[in-house]
């Protein structure tokens, strides 16, 4: 059975959380105590020299971090990666997107708004990362004006690893209220068979 | 024929401007002048709502961005990008790394240190930037001390992506003299077949 190595607080390590439930997968989940420098023992390195997670650790031993790549791993074959080479182009132009426009800034701030103390000096990085977060989520709106899912073919991988934090983006002082289209969208995506909601 | 939307001085058109020429497969390129908001007009932004370079231009007009997206859709079936299942998975894994964990350090503080003046106040971000290149390096560094190229099934685009930015970071101040592994591993680049150099 695989395992994946994660802590149930973050957004890149639900994603996985949520596909392998539609998958109907069965896995191994290693909660990681990131606070108390879990993956930064000689254990953890070993395994990923990036000292990140999640993980995704095979039964022979072979290991794979960056959570889209694993998306893209697990979803290989199935419907949530879409076969068709154009198709299968916009999910990886969303996962792309997802992890350079999106997270550094809707995830950060919710990792900063939730977690860190509310007089950490962090949070002089609010104004910023909530204003480069909307330009992310403003791209988003434009997009699923259009359609259902944030690919023509209907949902992907690149709907889940985007609602990760999307969902979650008031923790972070992101509000949702100028996105409806965004909202109408989460919605359906929770809407999905064996969908899971995240369980922090 | 294919059109790239792009810009010489930028890294993450150059990762296509390589691939293009190791696929000695023809297109037109063309210069978009960012510094004057050519990506910020309403003919581009129809294009790509995100209104960035590089973006890849179909014959029929379909558009598709995200350099390491384009570079996955235009190496599909080629050598570069392999076939195997696990391989595949640790070339989609450098290629968000590339995204994620170097290109907004190595990137951005090459750009800063290359375009801005002397005295402009994001200067500021500079030591920040390093250090986080650095850290990027070192993980670079471990991995190519076990094998070629960073992926096991030997050059793909994941080094190019990596090389794209990694060959300039001295330009951003980065010194790569603590890197021998990384070092060697860029001569090994430059010594495939049809390498083309950036052209800024």
New interface residues.
């Given amino acids: 059975m695989i395992t994946i190595h994660g802590m149930n607080a973050s957004g890149n390590c639900y994603k996985l959380q949520l596909l392998l439930s539609q998958l109907d997968r069965p896995y191994r989940w290693n909660e990681m105590d990131l606070f108390n420098g879990a993956t930064r023992t000689p254990e953890f390195l070993a395994k990923n020299?990036?000292g990140k997670v999640p993980l995704l650790e095979l039964e022979d031993g072979?290991c794979?971090?960056?959570?889209?790549?694993?998306l893209?791993?697990l979803a290989?074959g199935t419907p949530y990666l879409p076969d068709d080479?154009?198709s299968r182009?916009?999910a990886?132009?969303w996962?792309?997107?997802e992890?350079?426009?999106h997270?550094?800034y809707v995830a950060v701030a919710r990792f900063i708004a939730k977690f860190l103390p509310a007089d950490h000096p962090r949070r002089a990085e609010l104004p910023r990362l909530r204003e480069r977060a909307h330009q992310a989520l403003a791209?988003m709106e434009?997009?699923l004006a259009t359609r259902d899912f944030i690919v023509d073919a209907g949902y992907t991988i690149a709907d889940i690893a985007l609602y990760a934090y999307t969902h979650d983006a008031p923790a972070g002082g992101i509000e949702l209220a100028g996105y409806p289209h965004v909202q109408a969208w989460l919605r359906r995506v929770e809407s999905q068979p064996r969908f899971l909601a995240q369980q922090n």
Same sequence: chains 1, 2.
């Fill in positions: 020299p990036n072979r794979l971090p960056e959570s889209n790549a694993i893209c791993y290989e080479r154009w182009a916009q990886m132009q996962l792309f997107f992890q350079y426009s997270e550094p791209v434009r997009e």
